[in-house]
Structure formats: structure tokens, C-alpha cells
């Protein structure tokens, strides 16, 4: 299946006289292409079977205990300019980063087989998606571009039709941490990964294409690509709005993206469709409003704390055709993770027996790939080539203290300035300390491909006559109480939050003006379904001017990191909230 496209043809020669491979395999992207890659790495021992009568078609990839993450300080940009990487990014040389990866490079697939991927983020037939192609010595990343994007002819077919793509160079390497790089040519539209078989390091269509690469183009174009979930929201009265919600990594974009509503607003008639998980590429349409889609075709979600509790919607889809990638297992052979269920494990994710002593028995990044046809709740609009209208954007972030339960901006300047001041605390999905708070602008710190300030000010531009933007909130459902649990229950009920929300999109629902912004009175939410207490209630809603002021004075220091780049608009709305707080 060599390729109509001579650029595609000569890079592909340029690559295997770098990488010396043995064979040189075109992905057609068939099931019985998978079929055969799944059967190859069973009998290497890159895959293990699971058990086949709770789990059929299920898989288990352990990786190497050290690559089990993102790495954000080996993740670099490589502009011409430096400043165009931005004070956000690790940067480098174009001409130094090639040489740098080349040399990696150099003979890394002898007698290993060189896979061609091509691949469509987004629907095959939207005008929204955009191509690329990854060239992969892993077996593993051939079978998760399977399920996590439209891989194969068809893809390519479209690639051959406009003549561009995103060239993606990927090779597992030896899995030395001192040998890992994953860099990005945003002006040659080009990748290079090197030494990690982890997800987001080497799916590379996912975060370093649809985010990094994407959010490049998107400014030069027009549009935004953003690390969002898209969800559509039925109401009893039958009307669907979509919203758009950016949280950091491991910060619940997957759990809310599949949220079952609870009992009492389920038996109202409410009802909530996936659209997305993870990113949304968002254009504005000739109606004004902005147009999403999903780039992606299945799920690459965190297995712990995915219980028929938490998130029933995920756990029934993936009792079949899915790959767990280190996950403990039990005796019968079962995927198992920390809050599943009561039952003991056999194995940890390193395969050994499990020894609590040893820390948990799933790895806390831990996670799960399935194709998004397999969820329940997944919209029958998704794949619609024109996307879905965004009613509502959210941004939120994992703080214990001060970030109320939800409050609302009072214009898009306004919520712009909210999402560039998003903080969250550190998760296991990227190595390095958890649990410390730092910033994370739109949920892109480790995402975003050029200059924040420069990325701000691209937002900002949308704020133009002629757009209907939509309304944008900031939620926060990881308060906690002095005794260290959680004030709110999330999940399913994170719907209560989401339908004041809606209320205030159709012009419905009344709002107390705060200095921070507007907020529900605690008799708006829906919570006569909970048993929450009044105080956890007032907690949650409560603003603290001190903390405020403080809060605001920090981001004052976090905007001078960018010095005159920064857009004047987003000091402004910091000082007017600043001011709004000294009057109070
Ligand atoms: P990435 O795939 O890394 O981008 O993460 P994500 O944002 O999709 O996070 P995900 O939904 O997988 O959630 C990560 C962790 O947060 C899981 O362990 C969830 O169980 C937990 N979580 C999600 N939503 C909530 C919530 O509303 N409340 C609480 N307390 N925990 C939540
Ligand atoms: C994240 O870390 O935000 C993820 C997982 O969604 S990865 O694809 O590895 O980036
Ligand atoms: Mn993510």
C-alpha cells in the first residue's frame, strides 16, 4: 500500500535510512489488522490475556516501571524564536532538537518492524478534522491509534486529497529516562518522540498533535484546540445543550464527560450525552456560535477510582475489547484498580504477587484504552461532521480550600482571566510530585504549543461582534472539609451544578453578584435529592475576601512571568476583581 504522495513516500525513506528497520508494515486500520497485532503481542508478551468469559477481548500491557507517565520537563517546543515557546515550555533549537533526535534515532529499529499510521483526528468527513501521520516502532502504539483515532485507508485517502499532514516519528528506544525526548516542530508541523511507550508521550496524534501541534494552528486559523470534554446535557424539557469543560489532567474530565444523573433528576427526565473526554477542537460557525468535535475516537481514561458508583457508564463499557494498561489483576484474571471494589487482588501492575507494603496494586496512572462506540451513553450526535454548538465552557481545577463549588464570569474577558488563573494540584498522570498546587491555565500548562501569553490573548480575540461565545463558569468539586474529606459528593451529582448552569444559558436561573463573580443562592442548586449538610452547602459556596485578595495577588505575580507579552485586557479584569474584593 505504498502512498500516491510523494512527500509522504520521501520522509518515509528519509526515516527507515535513519532507523535502519527490518520491515516496513502500512497500517490499513482493518479489525483484521488489530486482530493480528493483538495476536503477535500475546505470544511476545507485550500483551496478557485476561480472563475471557468476564472480559472477552481484553488485554492487560505492562509497561516498563519506570515510563508509566508524561514527562513535562523532557516534552519541549522548538521554535525559531524562543519566545514563541513561551516562559510555558522547555524549549530548544529547531536545528539542535533535530540533531538531537536524529542521533537517537540512528539504527533504533534494526531488525524491528517500522509501522506507517495514518491517521484522521475527528470525524473522516468533517471539515474540522485535520491528518497526520505516525510512524511507530511499537506494536502497542499501532493497536491504542486503533481504538484512540480513524486510522488506516480511509485516513490516508484523505491525506493523499489535501496533500498535508502532521509527520509524527516514534520509537520506543531503550526506556532510559536519560534517553527520552518528545519534541515538537510547530512551523514544520512535525514531531519526534523517543524512549516512552506511555500513552501521551507516544500516541501521537493525541496530546502532541490535537493539543500541541492543533493549538498552533488553531491561532494561526481562527480556532481552538483545548483539553476539554464535551458533554451533552438533556433537559426534562427535551432541550440538549453541549458543554465544553477544561480540567487538568486526572481532574475528572472522563467522569463528567459520562455522568449518570442521579435517582431523583434521572426520574425527572434528565439525561447526559459523551461527546468527548478529553480534547475539543472548537471553530466558530455561520450562526456565530462555537462548533466542537471530538478529534478523538475512543477513550485513554485513569482507571483508579472507576467504580459502578463513580462511573457506571465507563465500567460497562469496558468489560470487553479493551486494552488495561497496568492495572493489578485478580486470581480469576480480572483488571482490577484501587476503588473498584472490595476484592483483593492477586498481582500488582508489575505482575509481582500483591504486597500492600508495596504501595497500591494499580499504578495511580493506571488506565484503560476503548473505543468511544463502546459507552453507553455515547451521543448519537458525536461523530456529526459539523460538531456540536458549545452553550457553556467550564474550567476547574482540584483545589481543597478557597475555589468555591461553582461561580459564573460576568463576560468573556472576565472568564478568560479565570481560566488563564486556573490552579490545580498535581495528579500521577505526569511524573514528579503529587498533590501540589500550581498553575494550570485552561488545564494547558503541559499542552499548550506556544506562548500563554500570546495563547490569552488569541482567547481574547474572540470577544468580536458577530460571535455568540458561550457563557463560561469556573466549578471546583474538590473542596475539602477539616476533616479532610471531600464537601461535595461529585459524580453523578456534579449534574445539580451543571443544570444552574443551563438554567442561567436559556436566561432562567437568578445569580448573587460576588466580587469573584456570580453565584447560585444555596437554595438554587437542586440538592433536596442529598444529604448534604447546610453547612458543608454554605462552605462551598462561600467566598473569602482575604484568601481572595491573596489568590489575586499571586496571579498579579504569575501575569508578570510574561512581561509586555502579556495582553493589557487580562491585567485589567485581574484588578478589577482585585478592587471589586477591597470594596467589599
Ligand atoms: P486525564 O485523562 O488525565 O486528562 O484525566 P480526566 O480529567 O479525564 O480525569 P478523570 O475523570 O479520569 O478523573 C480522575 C480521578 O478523579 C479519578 O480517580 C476519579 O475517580 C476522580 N474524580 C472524577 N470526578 C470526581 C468528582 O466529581 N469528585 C471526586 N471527589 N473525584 C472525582
Ligand atoms: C492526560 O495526562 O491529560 C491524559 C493522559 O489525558 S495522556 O494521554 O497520557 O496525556
Ligand atoms: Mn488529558
Given at each position: 500500500m505504498p502512498s500516491t504522495l510523494a512527500a509522504l513516500?520521501?520522509?518515509?525513506?528519509?526515516?527507515?535510512?535513519?532507523?535502519?528497520?527490518?520491515?516496513?508494515?502500512w497500517c490499513d486500520g482493518t479489525q483484521a489488522e488489530y486482530a493480528a497485532l493483538g495476536a503477535q503481542m500475546l505470544e511476545r508478551g507485550e500483551l496478557h490475556a485476561l480472563n475471557p468469559h468476564t472480559h472477552p477481548r481484553c488485554t492487560l500491557h505492562r509497561s516498563h516501571p519506570g515510563d508509566v507517565a508524561r514527562v513535562e520537563?523532557?516534552?519541549?517546543?522548538?521554535?525559531?524564536?524562543?519566545?514563541d515557546a513561551g516562559p510555558n515550555n522547555p524549549w530548544l533549537a529547531p536545528a539542535?532538537?533535530?540533531?538531537?533526535?536524529?542521533?537517537l534515532f540512528a539504527g533504533c529499529m534494526r531488525g524491528r518492524t517500522l509501522y506507517v499510521v495514518p491517521y484522521c483526528m475527528g470525524p473522516i468527513d468533517s471539515p474540522l478534522a485535520r491528518c497526520g501521520v505516525e510512524i511507530t516502532d511499537s506494536a502497542y502504539v499501532v493497536a491504542n491509534m486503533h481504538l484512540m483515532t480513524r486510522m488506516g485507508a480511509p485516513a490516508l485517502a484523505r491525506i493523499e486529497r489535501e496533500?498535508?499532514?502532521?509527520?509524527?516519528?516514534?520509537s520506543t528506544g531503550e526506556l532510559d529516562p536519560e534517553r527520552r525526548f518528545i519534541m515538537h516542530f510547530p512551523e514544520e508541523l512535525a514531531i519526534k518522540s523517543y524512549g516512552s511507550g506511555y500513552g501521551g508521550n507516544a500516541l501521537l496524534g493525541k496530546k502532541c498533535h490535537a493539543l500541541r501541534i492543533a493549538s498552533w494552528q488553531a491561532r494561526q486559523e481562527g480556532w481552538l484546540a483545548e483539553h476539554m470534554l464535551i458533554v451533552g446535557i438533556q433537559s426534562p424539557q427535551g432541550q440538549t445543550h453541549y458543554i465544553a469543560a477544561a480540567f487538568p489532567s486526572a481532574c475528572g474530565k472522563t467522569n463528567l464527560a459520562m455522568l449518570v444523573p442521579p435517582a431523583d433528576m434521572r426520574r425527572a427526565g434528565w439525561k447526559v450525552w459523551t461527546v468527548?473526554?478529553?480534547?475539543?477542537?472548537?471553530?466558530?460557525?455561520?450562526?456565530?456560535?462555537?462548533?466542537?468535535?471530538?478529534?478523538?475516537?475512543?477513550?485513554?481514561?485513569?482507571?483508579?477510582?472507576?467504580?459502578?458508583?463513580?462511573?457506571?457508564?465507563?465500567?460497562?463499557?469496558?468489560?470487553?475489547?479493551?486494552?488495561?494498561?497496568?492495572?493489578?489483576?485478580?486470581?480469576?484474571?480480572?483488571?482490577w484498580w484501587e476503588g473498584l471494589d472490595a476484592r483483593v487482588p492477586?498481582?500488582?501492575?508489575?505482575?509481582?504477587?500483591?504486597?500492600?507494603?508495596?504501595?497500591?496494586?494499580?499504578?495511580?496512572?493506571?488506565?484503560?484504552?476503548?473505543?468511544?462506540?463502546?459507552?453507553?451513553?455515547?451521543?448519537?450526535?458525536?461523530?456529526?461532521?459539523?460538531?456540536?454548538?458549545?452553550?457553556?465552557?467550564?474550567?476547574?481545577?482540584?483545589?481543597?480550600?478557597?475555589?468555591?463549588?461553582?461561580?459564573?464570569?460576568?463576560?468573556?474577558?472576565?472568564?478568560?482571566?479565570?481560566?488563564a488563573a486556573m490552579g490545580s494540584e498535581t495528579t500521577a498522570a505526569a511524573s514528579g510530585a503529587v498533590g501540589v498546587l500550581r498553575r494550570d491555565p485552561m488545564a494547558m500548562k503541559p499542552f499548550c504549543g506556544y506562548n500563554f501569553a500570546d495563547y490569552f490573548a488569541h482567547w481574547l480575540s474572540f470577544d468580536r461582534p458577530g460571535l455568540q461565545l458561550p457563557r463560561i463558569f469556573h466549578v471546583n468539586w474538590f473542596r475539602k472539609g477539616s476533616d479532610g474529606n471531600f464537601l461535595w459528593p461529585g459524580f453523578g451529582d456534579n449534574l445539580r451544578v451543571l443544570a444552574w448552569m443551563l438554567a442561567r444559558c436559556e436566561g432562567g436561573a437568578a445569580a448573587v453578584e460576588t466580587p469573584i463573580g456570580r453565584m447560585p443562592h444555596a437554595h438554587y442548586l437542586d440538592t433536596a435529592g442529598l444529604r448534604l449538610p447546610a453547612a458543608a452547602l454554605e462552605a462551598l459556596l462561600h467566598v473569602d475576601p482575604a484568601g481572595w485578595q491573596r489568590e489575586m495577588a499571586a496571579l498579579g505575580d504569575y501575569f508578570s512571568e510574561f512581561g509586555?507579552?502579556?495582553?493589557?485586557?487580562l491585567e485589567s479584569e485581574r484588578r478589577r476583581v482585585l478592587e471589586a474584593l477591597e470594596a467589599n
Open positions: 513516500n520521501q520522509w518515509l525513506d528519509e526515516v527507515a535510512l535513519l532507523t535502519q528497520p527490518a520491515r516496513i508494515h520537563h523532557l516534552t519541549y517546543i522548538c521554535t525559531r524564536e524562543r519566545a539542535e532538537a533535530h540533531a538531537k533526535m536524529d542521533a496533500g498535508r499532514f502532521v509527520k509524527g516519528l516514534h468527548g473526554d478529553d480534547i475539543c477542537w472548537m471553530a466558530p460557525g455561520k450562526d456565530g456560535r462555537l462548533w466542537a468535535i471530538n478529534p478523538e475516537a475512543g477513550f485513554f481514561g485513569v482507571a483508579p477510582g472507576t467504580s459502578a458508583k463513580t462511573n457506571p457508564n465507563a465500567l460497562a463499557m469496558l468489560d470487553h475489547h479493551t486494552i488495561f494498561t497496568n492495572v493489578a489483576v485478580t486470581a480469576d484474571g480480572q483488571p492477586a498481582l500488582d501492575w508489575q505482575g509481582r504477587p500483591f504486597d500492600p507494603a508495596r504501595g497500591p496494586a494499580a499504578h495511580p496512572n493506571s488506565r484503560f484504552t476503548v473505543s468511544a462506540r463502546q459507552c453507553p451513553s455515547f451521543s448519537p450526535h458525536a461523530e456529526d461532521a459539523q460538531g456540536v454548538p458549545i452553550s457553556a465552557i467550564v474550567f476547574g481545577g482540584r483545589r481543597e480550600s478557597l475555589l468555591p463549588l461553582v461561580f459564573e464570569a460576568r463576560d468573556w474577558a472576565h472568564g478568560v482571566m479565570l481560566g509586555a507579552r502579556l495582553p493589557a485586557r
